[in-house]
Antibody
Framework: QLQLQESGSGLVKPSQTLSLTCAVS??????????WSWIRQPPGKGLEWIGY???????YYNPSLKSRVTISVDRSKNQFSLKLSSVTAADTAVYYC??????????????WGQGTLVTVSS | SSELTQDPAVSVALGQTVRITCQGD??????ASWYQQKPGQAPVLVIY???NRPSGIPDRFSGSSSGNTASLTITGAQAEDEADYYC?????????????FGGGTKLTVL
């Protein structure tokens, strides 16, 4: 059974960079042609897609966050990472990592991490 | 980018059928996927593609689509189905495979 686990700093100061890692276990991050994604959810609000990294290494980001986001993969450690720069209080959210299937007619997120709360505060 | 619109809240009597809808231009081109989220938990995929259920999802959950509207139907709602439900699809506004979530529907089982 595939499992994903987020880790990283739970408290980030305004203007600094948020950094999170998602460790994948129970399967290889390089197999199956799957892609990997980050999604966030501000307290009491809905889900917001941040971006994904394809199995090919190509990255695609939410246009509203694109200038501040970097998603990368470390295949040797079977994990992928998120960096979000110049954070403000509006970036306070639960951050989820997920496996994603992207096809010509649809997209879906089939495995999710448990989520980690990141608070932006001085 | 495209938007997906959901009713904020829907209620259903125990054992009855409820339909949760999602509207958006991208749904004319792409199928929706649906997620169930209970308080304090990560979302769980319940429907994807034309009408596919992942292993372990009860067959009372089904999906359909018509025009710019996708629907998640729960036939014979159970108390444990009370949750927030989110739709998701590819974004049709650009040439890249961005994706977008609906705002979510809170389902109450009476």
């Amino acid at each position: 059974q595939l499992q994903l686990q987020e880790s990283g700093s739970g408290l980030v100061k305004p203007s600094q960079t948020l950094s999170l890692t998602c460790a994948v276990s129970g399967g290889s991050i390089s197999s199956g042609g799957y892609s990997w994604s980050w999604i966030r959810q501000p307290p009491g609000k809905g889900l917001e897609w941040i971006g994904y990294i394809y199995h090919s290494g190509s990255t695609y980001y939410n246009p509203s966050l694109k200038s501040r986001v970097t998603i990368s993969v470390d295949r040797s450690k079977n994990q992928f990472s998120l960096k979000l720069s110049s954070v403000t209080a509006a970036d306070t959210a639960v951050y989820y990592c997920a496996r994603v299937v992207v096809r010509s007619g649809y997209v879906y997120f089939d495995y999710w991490g448990q989520g980690t709360l990141v608070t932006v505060s001085s | 980018s495209s938007e997906l619109t959901q009713d904020p809240a829907v209620s259903v009597a125990l054992g009855q059928t409820v339909r949760i809808t999602c509207q958006g231009d991208s749904l004319r081109s792409y199928y929706a996927s649906w997620y169930q989220q209970k308080p304090g938990q990560a979302p769980v995929l319940v429907i994807y593609g034309k009408n596919n259920r992942p292993s372990g999802i009860p067959d009372r959950f089904s999906g359909s689509s018509s025009g710019n509207t996708a629907s998640l139907t729960i036939t014979g709602a159970q108390a444990e189905d009370e949750a927030d439900y989110y739709c998701n699809s590819r974004d049709s506004s650009g040439n890249h495979p961005e994706t977008v979530f609906g705002g979510g529907t809170k389902l109450t089982v009476l």
